[in-house]
């Protein structure tokens, strides 16, 4: 299995603990802003991709797991804030459903996550 696949199937796991969560943030425990519901469940997915990304996809890559933790979660820190920084305007200040909205913001963030991870984080 090629290096995309892998990446694409560890975004599929750590996309569908996201939505799963913020989800459930949303119609369950009815967090007031979606912005908020999204940054957790995006915390919460980071982690899931770490592990994927480390193991799964980039396992040739066998720098220290402190070292690449840390950049992963600066990447991740960044990427992360913009999710949820994206889907609060989509959702909060434009009043437009938070399921397009994830799914918009999360085809620009697979995109940087991609390259970020490929070049900075694993670098192969």
């Known amino acids: 299995m090629n290096l995309l696949t892998r990446y694409i199937l560890n975004g599929i796991t750590a996309t569908t603990v996201h939505f799963a969560i913020l989800t459930f943030n949303v119609e369950v425990v009815h967090f007031k802003l979606v912005g908020n519901a999204n940054l957790v469940a995006a915390l919460i997915a980071s982690t899931v991709a770490f592990f994927g ?3 799964f996809v980039f396992k040739k890559s066998e ?12 990447l991740y820190l960044a990427m992360a804030t913009f999710h949820g920084f994206g889907l609060f305007i989509w959702s909060d200040i434009f009043q437009l459903g938070y399921r397009n909205g994830f799914v918009l913001v999360t085809a620009l963030q697979i995109i940087i996550g991609y390259f970020g991870n490929k ?6």
């Open 63 to 74: 720098k220290p797991i402190f070292a690449q933790a840390a950049k992963f979660g600066g």
């Open 53 to 55: 990304n480390r193991h």
């Open 119 to 124: 070049f900075l984080v694993f670098k192969l």
